[in-house]
């Protein structure tokens, strides 16, 4: 079954650093763009860093800026979000999420301007002290 599989949740204090993983189980996730989500409680979801395939170029929201690094590594069909200097605000799950759509495809767009229609189940990010 062709399924998105998030891990390296968990508990964090302020200040301190997590790494996300994103890997495609029973697919190749490498030909297409990937961004990571998250939604806090009583929130909406929203996109905070995405990564296109056709040139590797990256996109990040404003709140994480200079925090988070969004990278790829292809060998491992995974796709990573190293989180710095945590804040409570980032409390909240967080998604993988792709689009499926190749770089050839007529409906291609880079990662900030695509629709995710293929989602992870999520994993819990808690900032606390």
């Known amino acids: 079954q062709e399924q998105l599989v998030e891990s390296g949740g968990g508990l964090v204090q302020p200040g301190g650093s997590l790494r996300l993983s994103c890997v495609g189980s029973?697919?190749?996730?490498?030909?297409?763009?990937v961004g990571w989500f998250r939604q806090a409680p009583g929130k909406g979801r929203e996109r905070v860093a995405c990564?296109?395939?056709?040139?590797?170029?990256?996109n990040y929201a404003e709140p994480v800026k200079g925090r988070f690094t969004i990278s790829r590594d292809n060998a491992e069909n995974t796709v990573f979000l190293q989180m710095n200097y945590l804040q409570s605000e980032d409390t909240a799950i967080y998604y993988c999420?792709?689009?499926?759509?190749?770089?050839?495809?007529?409906?291609?767009?880079?990662?900030?301007?695509?629709?995710?229609?293929?989602w992870g189940q999520g994993t819990q990010v808690t900032v606390s002290s």
């Open positions: 999420a792709t689009d499926l759509l190749p770089v050839y495809s007529r409906d291609y767009k880079l990662c900030g301007a695509s629709t995710y229609g293929y």
């Open positions: 029973g697919f190749n996730l490498a030909p297409y763009n």
């Open positions: 990564v296109s395939i056709s040139d590797g170029s990256t």
